[in-house]
């Protein structure tokens, strides 16, 4: 009787129930992946929370906690306000549970497909942001950490790698642009969301709050539908599928690519994964601490040149000193836009240079550009100090896009997600290694009486030498040798219950339309996720602009 029972219909979540069906258009899928990027991207612009929250009962001004009260009675009182470095674990929390969250779950993900991992992100990100405005309500920051931090943070982990492996396999012939455009999301999300929450904030704000707890829910509300959508609209090629017309490359020799698969539990047991994670780890490191020091940098090392009056920093008054906080953050959001554009052009010519000779591209010219940066500080070239930094950020946003398309290249495609995940602590450990090296050797310089405009001579050449070691990985990293390779039975052991299922089960909801090829179904994608970053990108070019006054 069990042997002619019918297999069980999978549930809408299932892997199975995403297989595109014949005809699918591959352009669908970038701004499904994209959709979720824009969201969970906001972690990088959870900064303008900060101020808000340091007076959240005092609301024009931060009611100071007793000098006496420790820090974990601090934590738990609701009785004065947080100081904005107790705020600030959040964003450590962030990267921290994106990277371990990936790596621990990036297995499942392959498994269950992007459509689940998908939901689950939405879940995680946007509930994240409701504990938050409990938290914010019941003034306990512990719950800002279990919410955003904690919860969030898996819920970035999940919804950063949810794409990567789809999009390579829908793409063969273009792996880096295909990653590129979606990891460009996750750079774009704090464009997009800041000046949102900024506005929700004003809107919301009454004298008796600063507007943060509903602007969390509204968030969290937008958030939700928008991810959902992406999670949705995600498909899955049938197994071998090519896109028409093309022929995989005849493999040199030389070449770094593999037409073979390498299982997860190999992969990151051999050297080239680990020098894969030390490049990724080192170039992030060094452009990870300039992001959070962009904006004190340039005013402290420029000061009062950025509004024509020649004074030291220290000697501004409070007036100059608003005034040059607008110029830097027109930088800031300068930096911001070549961060995303880095992304996908960084990654798309990797397609044609290959990944090896990309990453070392940002070591070089990487190198060159920060041992530069103090001289360059010193001839008070401000236009050239800008323009070093916007390229460094855009090859910093470059290293996130190439690297998937690296492994891929290195392991195959059949596990590259969940090996993107385990690669993804390198971020979590140069999310603490930047901010830390960057802010204390500040802080030394500046106890020793170095001038702020000096404070950052070391750092600049501290993470040059970084980019020399990162260099030097990348100088080790070759073919991953054939003994580490599955096997054909070892790899049709491994789909066995799981993709041939799959291969042969079409029907969805999404059945009762066609969902061939429809340009203007590529249109309303693209345009559901090119307004919100148009309006991101208007918001960020109108602060630009006070740049150059």
Not at 84 to 106: D, E, P
């Amino acid at each position: 009787m069990a042997a002619n029972q019918a297999p069980a219909t999978p549930d809408f979540f299932d892997r199975r129930r995403t297989v595109a069906q014949p005809g699918f258009n591959r352009w669908l899928v970038p701004p499904a992946a994209l959709a979720i990027h824009l969201c969970i991207g906001m972690a990088y612009g959870f900064s303008v929370f900060w101020l808000p929250l340091s007076r959240a009962l005092g609301i024009t001004k931060s009611i100071e906690c007793a000098k006496d009260m420790g820090f974990f009675e601090q934590v738990f009182s609701s009785g004065c306000d947080w100081k904005i470095s107790m705020l600030g674990w959040m964003y450590t929390m962030f990267f921290v549970f994106l990277g371990s969250s990936a790596a621990i779950w990036g297995g499942w993900l392959e498994k269950a497909g992007p459509r689940k991992a998908g939901v689950v992100s939405a879940v995680c990100w946007c509930g994240g942001l409701v504990i938050s405005a409990l938290g914010v309500h019941l003034h306990q920051i512990w719950l800002l950490w279990l919410g955003s931090g904690v919860i969030g943070g898996i819920g970035l982990g999940l919804g950063y790698i949810s794409p990567v492996s789809t999009l390579i396999k829908w793409f063969p012939d273009r792996r880096g642009m295909a990653t590129g455009m979606a990891i460009m999301g996750f750079g774009g999300g704090a464009m997009i969301g800041a000046p949102l929450a900024d506005k929700l904030m004003k809107y919301f704000a009454t004298p008796t709050s600063v507007g943060v707890v509903e602007t969390f829910l509204a968030l969290a509300a937008i958030y939700f539908v928008f991810m959902m959508a992406g999670a949705l609209g995600y498909r899955v090629p049938a197994e071998n599928w090519k896109p028409a017309g093309w022929t995989p490359p005849a493999k040199a020799k030389t070449s770094m690519i593999t037409d073979s698969h390498v299982h997860l539990d190999v992969a990151w047991k051999t050297r080239q994964f680990w020098l894969i994670w030390a490049v990724l780890c080192l170039n992030v490191t060094a452009g990870i601490g300039i992001i959070g020091m962009a904006s004190p940098m340039l005013q402290e090392v420029f000061a009062g040149k950025l509004i024509g009056v020649d004074v030291a920093f220290n000697d501004l008054d409070a007036a100059q000193k608003g005034a040059i906080a607008a110029v830097a953050a027109g930088f800031t959001g300068l930096l911001s836009l070549f961060n995303i554009g880095g992304r996908f052009f960084w990654a798309s010519l990797s397609d044609r240079i290959g990944r090896k000779a990309t990453y070392f591209t940002f070591f070089l010219l990487g190198f060159a550009l920060y041992a530069a940066i103090p001289s360059t500080a010193q001839a008070g070239s401000l236009a050239l100090f800008v323009a070093f930094f916007c390229i460094i950020l855009s090859m910093y946003g470059g290293g996130f896009a190439t690297v998937p398309a690296y492994l891929a290249d290195m392991f195959g495609t059949r596990f590259v997600g969940a090996i993107h995940g385990r690669l993804l602590t390198a971020w979590s450990a140069a999310g603490i290694f930047g901010p830390v090296l960057v802010n204390y050797i500040r802080e030394y310089q500046l106890d020793q009486g170095v001038a702020r405009a000096d404070a950052y001579t070391i750092t600049m050449y501290i993470l040059a030498g970084l980019l020399v070691l990162g260099m030097l990985c990348n100088w080790r990293i070759h073919q991953v040798a054939e003994e580490h390779h599955m096997t054909p039975d070892e790899l049709a052991e491994e789909k066995k219950g799981a993709d041939d299922t799959h291969q042969h089960f079409v029907e969805d909801v999404s059945a009762l339309v066609n969902e061939a090829s429809h340009s203007w179904r590529v249109f309303l994608a693209w345009l559901a996720v090119w307004i919100p970053l148009g309006w991101g990108g208007w918001m960020t070019i109108q602060k630009t602009i006070v740049f150059f006054k």
